[in-house]
Structure formats: structure tokens, C-alpha cells
């Protein structure tokens, strides 16, 4: 079974503190792994997944097999990076049939000012 | 920019009733899901949709649930006799043909569903 787990439910930083993000997976093959976030009053939307080993607004994630997580970092926290982070995790790609999502608890990250 | 909607954005409704909850998908898409989240709890799977009939389900996706793609654009989730606990936000997602894990899903905004 997949399983995806956010330890944190709080994560509290000032300003241009460094964040991270705890994200541990369970999964018996080779899992794409997400990052959505959802923004006060809006609707969860991407924010980078581990096949484009891209940043997006100053935040990276590496996946590490070894350790089964997929941490979110960010250098230098901002105060419109509060949200609510999920971690998920999808089959692998040749999966066509359908690919759910499975979600993390999800951390809320509070940056004060 | 092309969005996900959903309708309504909030129901209340008696137990043992029916409730169809509807989505609008991005138009060029062609796989469709149902997630809920009950207040306080994980995003949940419930079921993928794609070729007009279902392509996975969660164990919560029981008996009375359905879903139906009645005229090409609509997407909807139809609970027969509602529960104290089927009360939760209900998401509609929908992303584009393609190697499965690597699309986006995109999201509705939810409805939020309240079973009295």
C-alpha cells in the first residue's frame, strides 16, 4: 500500500528563515512525487513535482530514494509562503489507467513577519 | 487560464438523501477524479474516471457512490443516501491525456458537503 507521511502539522518560521518541509513515502516501486499547496481561501494547486527537478518560488525538493522523502526547502522564508503544503505521491508514469493521488496530512507553515 | 469548477460550492442536505455534486473539468482534458477531505483529516482518493467508465477506486468509493459524465462536459458525484460522515469537501480534479504521473492534476475549489 501507498502511503504518504507529513510529521508536522505546524511549522512556525520568521522572515528569511530557512524552511523545510518533512515528507516520508511508502511505496513498493518508483513513485512520482508532488508538492501542492493550498493558499488561504483558494484551491490546492501544483507546486513542483520531482520528475521536472525544477524551483518554483524559491523552493526545491529532492527526492531520496534511499530515505524514502521528498523534503521541501526553501533558503529564505517569506511571509506569503503561509499555506497549507501536501505532499503526495502518484504511480509511475507507464501507470496510464488512472494515477490517484495519495496525500500527506499536510504542514501548515505560518512565516512571521 | 483555464479552471476546474465546482457547484455547489456548499450543500447541506438530511441524512438519507441523495446529493450530486458537480464538476466542470479544463476542457481538453480526459482523466477525471473525485478526492474528499472529512474537516481535520488527509485528502482522500475516491475514484478516476477516464473513456466514460471508471478506471480506479478506493474502498470508500462504495454502492452509493456513482459517477457519470452526462454530456461531455459535466463530471459529477452522486451519493444515493447520504451519511452523518459522508459530511466533508468534496474535490473535482481533471489533467490532460498523457504518461500518468507526470501530468498535473488540477483542482476544483471543492464543495463543501454537511450531512445533518
Known amino acids: 500500500a501507498q502511503r504518504v507521511t507529513q510529521p508536522e502539522k505546524l511549522l512556525s518560521v520568521f522572515k528569511g528563515a530557512p524552511v523545510e518541509l518533512k515528507c516520508n513515502y511508502s511505496?513498493?516501486?518508483?513513485?512520482?512525487l508532488f508538492w501542492y499547496v493550498q493558499y488561504s481561501r483558494q484551491r490546492l494547486q501544483l507546486l513542483l513535482r520531482?520528475?521536472s527537478r525544477e524551483s518554483i518560488k524559491g523552493f526545491t525538493a529532492d527526492l531520496n530514494k534511499g530515505e524514502t522523502s521528498f523534503h521541501l526547502k526553501k533558503p529564505f522564508a517569506q511571509e506569503e509562503d503561509s499555506a497549507m503544503y501536501y505532499c503526495?505521491?502518484?504511480?509511475?508514469?507507464?501507470?496510464?489507467?488512472?494515477?490517484?493521488?495519495?496525500f500527506g496530512g499536510g504542514t501548515r507553515l505560518m512565516v512571521k513577519p | 487560464e483555464p479552471e476546474v469548477t465546482q457547484t455547489p460550492s456548499h450543500q447541506v442536505t438530511q441524512m438519507g438523501q441523495e446529493v450530486i455534486l458537480r464538476c466542470v473539468p479544463i476542457?481538453?482534458?480526459?482523466?477525471f477524479y473525485w478526492y474528499r477531505q472529512i474537516l481535520g483529516q488527509k485528502v482522500e482518493f475516491l475514484v478516476s474516471?477516464?473513456?466514460?467508465?471508471?478506471?480506479?477506486k478506493s474502498e470508500i468509493f462504495d454502492d452509493q457512490f456513482s459517477v457519470e459524465r452526462p454530456d461531455g462536459s459535466n463530471f459529477t458525484l452522486k451519493i444515493r443516501s447520504t451519511k452523518l460522515e459522508d459530511s466533508a469537501m468534496y474535490f473535482c480534479?481533471?489533467?490532460?491525456?498523457?504518461?500518468?504521473?507526470?501530468?498535473?492534476?488540477?483542482f476544483g475549489p471543492g464543495t463543501r458537503l454537511l450531512v445533518l
Open positions: 520531482h520528475i
Open positions: 503526495a505521491l502518484s504511480g509511475p508514469p507507464y501507470n496510464n489507467a488512472g494515477n490517484m493521488l495519495t
Open positions: 474516471f477516464y473513456n466514460n467508465e471508471i478506471s480506479e
Open positions: 476542457s481538453n482534458h480526459l482523466y
Open positions: 480534479a481533471s489533467r490532460r491525456e498523457g504518461s500518468g504521473g507526470q501530468e498535473t492534476q488540477y
Open positions: 511505496y513498493s516501486g518508483s513513485p512520482e
